[in-house]
């Protein structure tokens, strides 16, 4: 029942910016953890950024030494929605998007995540 919906990928110049979005429906009470994942021809799925929560409505941010100080991860939980700014993109960006979620703890595994989204392209031209 639980279902995650992104969009906002396309394709820009290097040095420009998308923002992600993912919606999600048949949310649980609460989620503990969402992520944004991403995955390039012929590499693995690698993490990008994530929110976990510690206490009531507390989020701690994580992001890929890859990303950081470029991608910014928000939540809008009125609209059950996260985001992914991207700013600064580089072709090495270049990958399927995919935001997870779940109901317990999780990190920078794929693996940790029960939900996911059906993918976003991103392509970053040069």
């Known amino acids: 029942q639980v279902q995650l919906v992104e969009s906002g990928g396309g394709l820009v110049q290097a040095g420009g910016s998308l923002r992600l979005s993912c919606a999600a429906s048949?949310?649980?009470?609460?989620?503990?953890?969402m992520g944004w994942f991403r995955q390039a021809p012929g590499k693995e799925r690698e993490f990008v950024a994530s929110?976990?929560?510690?206490?009531?409505?507390?989020?701690?941010?994580y992001y890929a030494d890859s990303v950081k100080g470029r991608f910014t991860m928000s939540r809008d939980n009125a609209k059950n929605t996260v985001y992914l700014q991207m700013n600064s993109l580089k072709p090495e960006d270049t990958a399927v998007y995919y935001c997870?979620?779940?109901?317990?703890?999780?990190?920078?595994?794929?693996?940790?995540?029960?939900?996911w989204g059906q993918g976003t392209q991103v392509t970053v031209s040069s």
């Open positions: 997870a979620g779940s109901v317990s703890s999780a990190g920078r595994s794929a693996g940790e995540y029960r939900y």
């Open positions: 048949g949310r649980p009470f609460s989620w503990y953890a």
């Open positions: 929110f976990n929560r510690s206490g009531g409505s507390t989020y701690y941010t």
